[in-house]
């Protein structure tokens, strides 16, 4: 991300605790899906139900709410049958980090203004303890 004076702003986990990219989107992903799908104004719901039987070709189509909810279940759990940590405390975030995490995700402007829900700093914040 682009701090405005031409030099990038690292994200939150990775550039704070030096977390991989890939393994710090795998830690939070579940959590911003679910706060997506959460508003059905956003019609998130609708457009990971449609992902899914791409991604998990048996998932099924049990109704837009049901598949979206097994699509998250399912990549959430793949962390896990990956032998990926699942917890952002299980990488050295502590409690106490979580409030920073959510002002330093505020800035990242670039990926908020893509997501197809508003968040807020009380959301991302409620993001980061689900994670956590």
Known sequence: ELNGKGAT????????????????????LPHVLRFNAADPATGAHALYAALAPYVFPDIGTEGTQKTCAAFIDRLAALSEKLGLQTKLREVGIGEEHLEKLAADAMLQQRLLVNNPREVTQADALAIYRQAW
């Not at 702003?9 to 939070?28: C, D, E, K």
């Open 9 to 28: 702003r690292p994200y939150p986990v990775g550039g704070t605790f030096h977390v991989p990219h890939g393994l710090s989107n795998a830690l939070v």
